[in-house]
T-cell receptor, first 113, second 114 residues
């Protein structure tokens, strides 16, 4: 079983809808949680970063962490065709060797005009 | 402009051949990383380096080698011992003091076996 699970999708939504993405994990030692966006054949770019539990909002993006359920979410409001990409969750322990990140497999999102 | 560059964009390897992927950064970051990405498996760590002349194995280091002779450069060699090298390879760097949550990625190199 993988440490971090993520539905591969594809998740198809109409333009303007809310995109809801999530990851589950098994290692309770994870304390830092990140979401990356990756366009086809490009490197990932960091979207959101959250420490421990709670919510964080940045423009159209909201990240939520529920450590009791070992579940994290990313919501994209007013989705645009330019949001079509693969979204990767990542997480790490406080004193991970080399600050190592553990990634989910990614969810492919398609926003249709 | 500051950033990470990787070359080449595409690389073809013949059986029994070693190939080297280039990664250069001008962000003045201490830490650098190499990941492998296969469909549906996310990113897996191959090697990382937190300082010049020092590097550590990641989760899937077998069949790979690295060097870190300069702060800006972290080349990855895929040796003939790596039996399934076809993948998308990503290099990343981070400010060691800020942690891996702010890793910056390069554009990647796609390696294909002939």
């Amino acid at each position: 079983q993988k440490e971090v699970e993520q539905d591969p999708g594809p998740l198809s939504v109409p333009e303007g809808a809310i995109v809801s993405l999530n990851c589950t994990y098994s290692n309770s030692a994870f304390q830092y949680f990140m979401w990356y966006r990756q366009y086809s054949r490009k490197g990932p770019e960091l979207l959101m970063y959250t420490y421990s539990s709670g919510n964080k909002e940045d423009g159209r993006f909201t990240a939520q962490v529920d450590k009791s359920s070992k579940y994290i979410s990313l919501f994209i409001r007013d989705s645009q065709p330019s949001d079509s990409a693969t979204y990767l969750c990542a997480m790490r322990r406080i004193k991970a060797a080399g600050n190592k990140l553990t990634f989910g497999g990614g969810t492919r999102v398609l926003v249709k005009p | 402009d500051g950033g990470i560059t990787q070359s080449p964009k595409y690389l073809f390897r013949k059986e029994g051949q070693n190939v080297t992927l280039s990664c250069e950064q001008n962000l003045n970051h201490d830490a650098m990383y190499w990941y492998r990405q296969d469909p549906g498996q996310g990113l897996r760590l191959i090697y990382y380096s937190q300082i010049v002349n020092d590097f550590q194995k990641g989760d899937i280091a077998e069949g790979y080698s690295v060097s870190r002779e300069k702060k800006e450069s972290f080349p990855l060699t895929v040796t003939s011992a790596q039996k399934n090298p076809t993948a998308f390879y990503l290099c990343a760097s981070s400010d060691r003091n800020r942690g891996a949550e702010t890793q910056y990625f390069g554009p990647g190199t796609r390696l294909l076996v002939l």
